[in-house]
């Protein structure tokens, strides 16, 4: 997604020319004040998830659909938001969208152990993914739908290869979960979004994102 902001960065340069100060921008008058969201390429989702006195993970994908995000838009106005193709006014998903997404091992400032020096790091493994369970929704406001009648299109466990090999039998074995579903949307509008959820054994959510538009 790209925000058109063309005005305001050209109205920010012409302040720093001139020597004035730049601290904040005047908003744009009521009547011409919109913003536009390109969704070129589909939804992205990306998210930290973590598992209780475990490893710390990343969820990253998209959505897509075969030419339906090409050139469509979000425009948000005083008014009100619409989706747009061109001059077509669009409401709702496509028949059917693909979610497809990888899960690797991701250590930042935002992981518990990191944050903690909890020892020594641990990684994601066959077994511990495999205990998770995976939910998908439909989100409307606070109401949660869960999705049915998915179709798993691919699934892949791959090993990640050390960037120094010869180091490969000192590391401990690390993979990458691949996934990519097809997911029924007929009717289901725009302004809904796809929540991905995984959860622990113990019911604990250990990620979470929302495709949303």
Not at 46 to 69: D, L, Q
Not at 96 to 125: E, K, S
Not at 136 to 160: A, C, E, H, N, Q
Not at 198 to 205: A, G, K, L, S, V
Request: proline share 8%; net charge positive; charged share 20%.
């Amino acid at each position: 997604m790209r925000f058109s902001g063309h005005r305001i960065l050209c109205f920010a340069l012409a302040m720093l020319l001139a020597g004035l100060p730049c601290f904040s921008l005047p908003r744009p008058s009521p009547e011409k004040e919109k913003v536009v969201w390109n969704y070129d390429g589909g939804i992205l989702l990306n998210t930290n998830g973590t598992i209780a006195n475990g490893p710390c993970f990343r969820i990253s994908g998209r959505v897509t659909a075969p030419s339906f995000f090409d050139e469509l838009k979000r425009i948000d106005t005083k008014d009100g938001t619409i989706y747009r193709r061109g001059t077509e006014t669009v409401t709702n998903f496509p028949d059917q969208i693909i979610l497809a997404f990888i899960v690797y091992d991701h250590y930042d400032q935002t992981c518990p152990r990191q944050i903690l020096d909890a020892g020594p790091r641990v990684f994601l493994t066959r077994a511990l993914m495999s205990s998770m369970h995976l939910d998908l929704y439909w989100k409307r406001g606070i109401d949660m739908r869960p999705v049915g009648g998915i179709t798993t299109k691919y699934f892949s466990v791959d090993p990640v290869v050390p960037v120094r090999v010869s180091s490969a039998a000192e590391l401990p074995e690390r993979f990458r979960w691949s996934y990519e579903f097809l997911i029924p949307s007929a009717g289901v509008p725009l302004t809904d979004s796809l929540v991905l959820i995984f959860r622990t054994p113990d019911n604990r959510i250990a990620a979470r994102v929302a495709a949303r538009m």
